[in-house]
């Protein structure tokens, strides 16, 4: 047994097994020293002191990654072995991988979060030499000390095509495969050594292998990590290690929306890549013209693990015009379309891919890893077309795999596993998920097998109870059937489910209640944000989900319904998280109207509401929708606003003449009479409205919206820098005192629109120091007000819940949601109960706004079911009076 430091850094071998007697039938082994290896893989030295790998831990140099790796050489030592290494996105799982590849030792990589599949493989094909971690260490695990097998001197790499289930059905690769492959990509994609290319994608799905190959083989250098882009930490590596690229499949793209990532600053990022399954069109277009404008690149491709990796890519200049095709054939590839004759259209035919990265050929079991090459060109399975401008669309597919979050799935596997545990089912799949109809009464079980079979999260896989199976009059299957059984329920059937059922299903129809949009509208992939929700409804929705969920998951409103569920842990007892910035809106109007009242005399409500107002108007507004949409939705909110404050007001003046028209059109600070005693009751109101109409008419145009994506943070900075001209009256203003207050506060908007895209500490740290700097003086003899709204401002900054109870979580909730209509009611309210009691006038002022906002709500929703209706009904008509109607 070898001592540690002669392996991987903390590696330690287990002992070895016997040796293995010679058996009949099997050929004498070959020495490593015979046969081929994969050259970037035996050159790193080459690269010198140039940084190779960068992980939470430090840097490593191409020198010391060498030495690293020609020690595991000569333990894997002269004779070639079949190695199986469970990968991992780890240093010691990476020296493995090239020492195999740099010596010859032909290499089966293996998925390390599936212990199933791992040890079906290793069922399977009895691999001579296991490399794998326990307990914080490295293994690596030598059954024998010669193969067993009989190996290809071609042989260089098996992987799976079917993802994570452990089918022994696996690809062959040779040493020119990956090498080419490498040297293709690299090529088109320019990979420099100057670059470093973060492992967004696992070392043994082919596509994140060759982000590594391509990488190495330049010099250039790897952010390596097993971090999720939805995590924080994986961003902070990325800015810290000067990235300039990565890798993602189209759910990728999902967990980049949700994180806001057209917000990031990435000052070195160079190209992003895309691979694992069709990106939609529009959503290509819109990744491109954020790469535009923000600096770097879109590469979309398009390959399977049979041809290594890559078969084709679309250049970045045509990602916008022509977002649909996949594009041209990699450096040393070619394509070549086969009639289909039962395939209807002319120029179209099934997609043949010749090259030198196509596989060696399958292998179906040990016999096979001494076969040579048994494939030439690669039938791709899917149909295409070649258009006039010389690039390929994928318009079909012949077979029934799919591909889901990156991973080939063949439904009628699934179909046969579950039918091994006595389940009958039809299975169906799109981009976007399985759909099983299973005549079962155990829907959570055949979940829970598919997802385990095929390492989908549940959230892909659908499954229907049915009584007896979709089949067409022929007798035969019908999987169009399946495939509509997996479509959302509308919203009839899942307003009758029970309130905190908390499925998918429940949770469209609550979306499109609080929101007021038709059930049509939402699906499960919809958002919070995506469906226009706004501060207003913001509250609201997170009661009821709290309700549903039992709990609330951290930015939930921008994460699709389908990913919204219920924890496995339960919240234990009536124990619940406050979001800070509801937290932080109750508490203000709780102390504007107290001390309106003189209940109490805790100032600065008003004025932390402001910054509570830019921090939602960034989350909820400043989303990844585009520009005109942006617009629309920012309108729709100062509706929200405005027109309930005018209702009132208007109610108010027909009673008696505290307020003027000037009141009522809310321009009482532009015209309205200084000596006016009611005329301050709305500068709040209106000083709110004016900025967001100056938020959204600089906003709408072009040059102003490309900015505010690319530097998310910098731009409400600027403005609150600006802001400050006004605050310190920097700029001689004429009479301070007859300006609307939305000029000498829209600072404080602008530092809460800043603190809500602060993403660093750093940020964090700057956006808190600015407040500190310009906060205090404000209000001269009043530093309580000033300590008030610096304290709170630093806790919605720096603290993002608060620990609460159910109970409590509900009253600040309601408080929070109904404080625009508190504010606006109360102070015709407590003037009736002040002379009587102070404090009932205090709770029946509260209590009045929260009826006031209901009674709004339940209005608005009405006129808009109304309005819905008469459209309907209008088109109905409109089809009624066509001439082409069917009969007429």
Known sequence: MTAPSDLLPGARSAPAAPAVPAVPGVASVASVASVASVAFARGLAAHGDRTAVITADGHVTYRELAARVRATVRRLGPERRLVMLVGANTL??????LAALASGHPLLLVPGDHPEAVQSLIDAYDPDVVAHPDGGEWVLDERRPVSAHVLHPDLALLLSTSGSTGSPKLVRLSHENLQSNAESIAAYLDVRDTDRAATTLPLHYCYGLSVVHSHLLRGAGLILTDL?????????????????????VPYTFDLLDRVGFDTMELPHLRYVTQAGGRLSPDRVRRYAALGRAAGWELFVMYGQTEATARMAYLPPALAASRPEAVGVAIPGGSFRLQPLSDWPGDGVGELVYSGPNVMLGYAHAPEDLGLGRTVEELRTGDVARLTADGLYEIVGRRSRFVKILGLRIDPGQVEAMLARHGIAALCAGDDEGLTIAAVTTGARQVRTLVTGECGLPARAVRVRAVSELPRLTSGKPDYRAVRELGRPADEAAAATRPAGAGDPEDLCALYALVLDRPATEVTQDSSFVGLGGDS??????????EERLGHLPADWHTTPIRELRRPEQPVPGHRRAL?????LRAMAIFCIVGSHIHVFGIKGGAHLLLALAG??????????????????RIGKSIGRIALPSMAWIGCVLLLNDDYTWANLALLDSVFGARDSKTGMHFWFIEALLYILIAAVAVLSLPFVDRAERRFPYALPLTIAALGTLTRYDLVGLPDRAAMPDAVTLFWLFALGWAAAKAATARRRLAVTAAALVTVPGFFPGDPGREAIIIGAFAL????????????LNQLAGLLATSSLYIYLTHWQVFPLLDGFSRHLAFLASL???????????????????LGRAGLRAGRGRA???SPTRRGG
Do not use: I, K, Q
């Open 92 to 97: 010691d799982a990476l020296v493995v991988h």
């Open 228 to 248: 999720s882009v939805a995590d924080r930490c994986f961003w902070e590596l990325f800015r810290n290690g000067r990235g300039t690229a990565f890798a993602g």
């Open 536 to 545: 207003l409804s913001y509250v609201e929705m997170s009661l009821h989900l």
């Open 579 to 583: 979001e800070t910035s509801v937290a």
């Open 615 to 632: 921090y939602n108007f960034a989350r909820f507004h400043l989303t990844t929708a585009d520009r005109r949409e942006r617009v629309r």
């Open 796 to 807: 919605l900054v720096w603290v993002p819940t608060l620990p609460g109870r159910e109970r």
């Open 847 to 865: 209590a009045f706004g929260v009826a006031y906002a209901a009674a709004v709500t339940r209005a608005t929703r009405s006129l808009s079911r």
């Open 879 to 881: 089809r009624a009076a």
